[in-house]
């Protein structure tokens, strides 16, 4: 019998490598280390944003469903944020526009990213959040409740969904499908997994949360963190930490521990004055990642960009504004319009940066974040500025 030990060992060797690439494919990439996290940060310039929903668009839904996408008006907005020095956005996605129809969904948010790139904006893309309505709806989005801050925002996962694990798969499809087809576009800075997971909106909607949300997030959050790293983003993951006490570990929630100990990037929500601010900064700084200041800014409650940005820029944290356009949002309005609804225009504006019409709400402030991101003023306001 002929010996054909010499003709199998390069098979043996060529079905040893395709196996090894196809692990390899499929291979979950591993939490960065502080030396990958701050090698990324370092490359970046100081990033500044807002975040941002469209004028016409009262909550995720409406801003990304086929019917109601105005690449338009998200141009003409993304132009009035590139002229104040502002590189990035914080930008959320909904579930349930990609179950609908993830081929569709996943060109918009192309077309979404084309646009950012053209007006040198990188945004950070947020899966879930759990913060407002519990009870999303594809199809036509409430009309705006008078003087009522953010009246028509919805959650995702919603509470159908989050309370039945056997629907768990739906959102493992969501999660690998949109962070696996933009996991190598350098038009994307980071992830955002879940925004302030743990809210259980005790002052709006609290009355129709489930009883275990918080519960049932601590499980589901490690499970989306390890979804987003099987399909090995290069980007950063992170999930911010938005209210408690940082400053040891002891003191930390469960959910803190979750976010923080699963983040590639550390980011943090504050709407406090600049000396809370800056002493939360402080407590994460120990971790040693770069840091991300993800919300931030109502003027009623004394978060200001005076007070605010400045400490940002000296930390070298980056900083994301909620608010940029007024509109169907009604993020104009406070926090405390859900029980009190303001009639007519607020003063102080709570949050949002800029009229319908592209005029800022306070020149002086627009004036302000152009100095501290370095844009120039435009001659127009120079003049104008030199004539008060």
């Known amino acids: 019998m002929q010996n054909n030990s010499n003709q199998l060992l390069p098979r043996t060797l060529l079905v040893f490598f395709c196996l090894l690439a196809a692990s390899a494919a499929f291979a979950q990439r591993t939490i960065w280390t502080k030396a990958q996290a701050n090698t990324w940060y370092v490359k970046q310039p100081w990033l500044v944003g807002a975040n941002y929903v469209p004028q016409n668009a009262i909550n995720q839904l409406e801003m990304w469903q086929t019917e109601t996408f105005d690449p338009a008006t998200i141009d003409k907005e993304l132009a009035w944020a590139e002229s104040i020095g502002f590189n990035t956005m914080r930008v959320f996605l909904h579930d349930k526009v990609w179950e609908q129809n993830p081929i569709e969904y996943a060109r918009r948010i192309d077309q979404f990213l084309t646009i950012c790139a053209k007006h040198n904006i990188r945004p950070m893309l947020v899966l879930f959040d759990s913060v407002w309505d519990p009870n999303p709806k594809l199809g036509k989005q409430p009309d705006p409740r008078p003087g009522v801050h953010n009246s028509g925002w919805v959650q995702g996962p919603g509470a159908a969904i989050l309370r039945d694990p056997s629907q768990y798969p739906i959102l493992e499809k969501y999660v690998k499908g949109v962070v696996g087809r933009f996991k190598e576009d350098t038009r994307v800075l980071a992830w955002d997994m879940w925004n302030e997971p743990d809210n259980t909106n005790d ?176 001659a127009k306001a120079e003049a104008a500025s030199s004539n008060e």
Not at 221 to 247: H, I, M
Not at 284 to 309: D, K, V, W
Not at 326 to 334: D, E, F, P, V
């Open 203 to 378: 002052n709006s909607y609290g009355a129709k949360e489930l009883k275990n949300k918080v519960a049932l997030v601590e499980a589901l959050l490690p499970r989306v963190f390890e979804w987003s790293r099987a399909a090995n983003p290069s980007q950063p993951l992170t999930c911010g930490v938005w209210k408690g006490d940082w400053s040891s570990r002891n003191k930390l929630s469960a959910m803190d521990k979750i976010q923080l100990d699963n983040s590639d990037v550390i980011s943090f929500h504050n709407y406090d004055n600049p000396q809370e601010f800056e002493k939360r900064i402080k407590w994460l700084q120990p971790l040693g990642r770069p840091i991300l200041c993800t919300e931030y800014m109502a003027r009623g409650n004394n978060s200001t960009f005076e007070g605010s940005l400045p400490i940002a820029k000296k930390y070298n944290v980056a900083a994301y504004n909620w608010g940029f356009v007024a509109g169907k949002s009604n993020t104009i309005y406070a926090w405390s319009t859900w029980k009190t609804p303001t009639k007519g225009e607020p003063s102080p504006w709570f949050h949002d940066i800029f009229r319908p019409d592209g005029k800022p709400y306070k020149p002086a402030e627009v004036a302000f974040i152009r100095q501290q991101t370095g844009v120039k003023q435009p």
